[in-house]
C-alpha cells in the first residue's frame, strides 16, 4: 500500500507507534506507524518495528474473521511499517466508564466479554488488554484496538493475564464498584467461549489476583 499521497493528521504518539488519521476513500482510516526509536540497535530496530506491524496486522486479521469487533486492516505499508485499518468511532473505555449508567456498564462489559471469548477461542491473546485499549461507540458498543502485544495462545494461562490485566485496569482506573462488572464480563465470555475455555480462563484469573496479593508490598 502506498500512503505517500495521504494527508495524515496526528493524534496519538506513543511508545512504540505514531497513530494518524486520514481519509482513504471510501474509509476514514487509522494509521499507526512505528517509528524508530533512538535507544535501539539500528538494524534490530528495523527488524523489530517490522516483526511486530506483521504480527499486529495479521492477529488482528485474525481476530476480526473470528467475529470479534476489531477494526478491519485495510492495508499495510512495509517501508515505513504501517498499519492502515478502519477508523473506530468513539471514546476510550477509560474515559467513559464513570459517566455511564450502571445498566449502560454492564452491558458494555458483557459485549467485552463475548469480544474476548471470541478473541480467545481463536487462539489469541491481546496482551494488554485495558480500558485504554477499548474504544466505546456512541451507541455502547465496545471495539478492542492494539494488538501490537498480542500473540497466538492455547494456554489457559495467558488468557487469565489478559483477563487479569482487564479486571486490574478496571479498579485501579475507575470508581465503580468493581464485581457486577466482572460478573456482566465473565457472562458475555461464557456465551462466546463456551464452558470449557471459561471454566480455564478464569480459574488461571483468579490464581493470577491471588499471587499477586500475596506477593505484593503493602
Ligand atoms: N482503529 C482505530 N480507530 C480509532 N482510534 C484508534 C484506533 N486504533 C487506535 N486508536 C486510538 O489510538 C490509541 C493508541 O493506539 P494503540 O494501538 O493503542 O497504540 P499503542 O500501542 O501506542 O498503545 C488507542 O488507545 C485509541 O485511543
Ligand atoms: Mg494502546
Redesign the pocket.
Known amino acids: 500500500m502506498d500512503t505517500a499521497r495521504l494527508t495524515l493528521e496526528t493524534?496519538?504518539r506513543?511508545?512504540?507507534?505514531d497513530?494518524f488519521r486520514s481519509n482513504v476513500d471510501p474509509w476514514k482510516a487509522?494509521l499507526?506507524r512505528r517509528v524508530r526509536k533512538g535507544y535501539r540497535h539500528e538494524s534490530l530496530d528495523d527488524s523489530i518495528r517490522r516483526e511486530r506491524t506483521l504480527s499486529e496486522a495479521t492477529l488482528l486479521h485474525e481476530a476480526k474473521a473470528a467475529g470479534a469487533r476489531v477494526?478491519s486492516v485495510i492495508g499495510i505499508e512495509v517501508e515505513t511499517n504501517t498499519i492502515v485499518?478502519?477508523?473506530?468511532?468513539?471514546v476510550?473505555a477509560r474515559d467513559c466508564l464513570d459517566a455511564m449508567s450502571p445498566n449502560d456498564s454492564m452491558e458494555l462489559f458483557r459485549s467485552l466479554g463475548a469480544q474476548i471469548g471470541l478473541i480467545h477461542t481463536a487462539g489469541i491473546v491481546h496482551g494488554?488488554l485495558t480500558t485504554?485499549?477499548v474504544?466505546v461507540t456512541a451507541s455502547g458498543t465496545p471495539?478492542i484496538?492494539?494488538?501490537?502485544?498480542a500473540r497466538r495462545s492455547n494456554n489457559p494461562e495467558d488468557r487469565g493475564v489478559d483477563l487479569h490485566l482487564l479486571q486490574r485496569s478496571i479498579s485501579t482506573s475507575h470508581r465503580r464498584d468493581v464485581p457486577p462488572l466482572l460478573k456482566a464480563l465473565a457472562r458475555g465470555y461464557r456465551e462466546t467461549a463456551g464452558e470449557k475455555v471459561f471454566q480455564s480462563s478464569w480459574a488461571k484469573a483468579r490464581e493470577i489476583a491471588r499471587r499477586g496479593r500475596y506477593f505484593a508490598i503493602r
Do not use: H, R
Not at 145 to 149: H, K, L, P, S
Open positions: 493524534f496519538y506513543g511508545a512504540e507507534a497513530l487509522v499507526k477494526p485499518m478502519t477508523q473506530i468511532d468513539g476510550v494488554d485504554s485499549n474504544i471495539f484496538v492494539d494488538f501490537g502485544m
